[in-house]
């Protein structure tokens, strides 16, 4: 009789871990908490007609093996007309021109490269860099809204990211990034337990005991597989060793939101950063059409509290209005999106801080337990790629079925 395995988070990370424990032989059986799979990866359909991504949306060059799950399951990919790496700035200094950040993304690689160098933070690293203010600005923006959180908080390291700047077009999955999910969920049938949040995980070298609200399941071993935030809400007995705990402490969580908006006309497809507000908006295509929708992304506690998120869209959407006036925006049917607020994602994605030491624990086997999730996924973490390379790294360390 096969071993059998259960998966807490119908994520990317657990469906990726769920499909490869199955192709290994292991009975399988899928806890999730919310109503639906996919996790932080959520298609909407608008009234409209408009398909927008609640939660993640951009896959980047290089993110491989995104690409070849949805070529191997049928689902596609789709270009957005646009590149994420390459955004106008709109700023209250000297213009900041593509060549600009070409340049310091360069001077940012040198740095890095340097071994002499203790780069620190984000902000430390910026601030030694020989930059115009305005350029130097505007990086710090880019850092501050695609980490969701401040500057200072952020891994010097992770700039080797965020500052890439390409004019390769962006892509997501054809359909809606949540097609994946679904595609990666089809097979499992009723071994997929929807609205089954699981409270205690009481685990040894034997096997592992699994509590929901209303049920306790055995099993031989299992993959968790949900945010950071939520893993140190699980009751686990004993508790995870020390080292554990302490890197999952060590791990930040960005605050971020996105704004949807109709549009009156359908645009061209187009990027724009607003440096002082600490948001991107963006226009592109779905299908063969651009859609009339410009979406925004503000990231940071301080960028938020700025736009006013906590109180609405309003302020956000002046300040759109503001900022695109190419756009003819119609108030009615806008959407806000934040994640502070999601009892089962609790932020953004997380955040390697600075000097936060090796955070390997988080992927070690614990006696029948393993763990995955994007924020285990080293440099592919805070993306769709790093969640299904966790959860197919945590398959791989149960192997064949015990």
């Avoid at 030694?128 to 130097?136: E, F, G, I, K, Y």
């Avoid at 034997?206 to 009751?235: F, H, K, M, W």
Wanted: proline share 6%; with cysteine.
């Amino acid at each position: 009789m096969a071993g059998r395995a259960v998966i807490v988070g119908a994520g990317l990370a657990g469906l990726a871990a769920a499909e490869a424990l199955l192709k290994a032989g292991w009975d399988v059986l899928v806890l999730e908490a919310r109503d639906r799979v996919g996790g932080r990866a959520w298609t909407r359909e608008l009234p409209d007609g408009s398909l927008v991504e609640m939660g993640a949306e951009f896959i980047l060059p290089g993110n491989d093996v995104i690409e070849a799950t949805a070529e191997r399951l049928g689902v596609g990919l789709q270009q957005k007309g646009m590149a994420y790496g390459r955004r106008d700035i709109h700023g209250d200094g000297e213009p900041v021109t593509q060549d600009d950040l070409r340049a310091a993304a360069a001077a940012v690689a040198r740095a890095l490269d340097d071994p002499e160098l203790a780069p620190g933070s984000a902000a430390e690293l910026l601030d030694q860099l020989d930059l115009a203010p305005s350029v130097r600005e505007a990086i710090r923006a880019r850092v501050e809204i695609s980490a969701a959180t401040a500057a200072d908080s952020v891994d010097a390291r992770d700039l080797a990211g965020v500052a890439a700047y390409g004019d390769e077009l962006s892509c997501g999955i054809a359909g809606g990034n949540q097609a994946l999910a679904r595609a990666l969920a089809a097979p499992l049938g009723d071994r997929l337990h929807l609205r089954s949040p699981v409270t205690v995980v009481a685990w040894d070298d034997e096997g592992v005991t699994v509590r929901t609200a209303d049920d306790e399941l055995s099993a031989d071993a299992a993959v968790i597989a949900v945010p950071a935030p939520l893993v140190r809400q699980i009751d686990f007995e004993p508790l995870l060793p020390p080292e554990h705990r302490e890197a999952l402490a060590r791990l930040g969580y960005g605050q971020a939101a996105k704004l949807f908006v109709p549009l009156l006309e359908r645009p061209p497809a187009s990027a724009v950063l607003a440096v002082r507000e600490r948001y991107w908006t963006w226009t592109a295509r779905v299908g063969e059409e651009v859609q009339p929708l410009v979406s925004a992304f503000s990231g940071s506690q301080a960028a938020l509290d700025g736009l006013g998120v906590a109180h609405g869209p309003d302020d956000w959407l002046a300040a759109v209005q503001r900022l695109r006036p190419d756009l003819a925006l119609a108030r009615d049917g806008v959407v806000l999106s934040t994640w502070a607020d999601d009892p089962w994602a609790r932020g953004a994605y997380s955040i390697h801080r600075p000097g936060g030491g090796d955070d390997a624990a988080l992927t070690e086997r614990r006696g029948r337990l393993v763990f995955a999730g994007e924020h285990t996924a080293g440099p592919y973490a805070g993306l769709m790629d790093g969640a299904l390379r966790s959860g197919m790294r945590a398959a791989g360390q149960l192997g064949k079925p015990l």
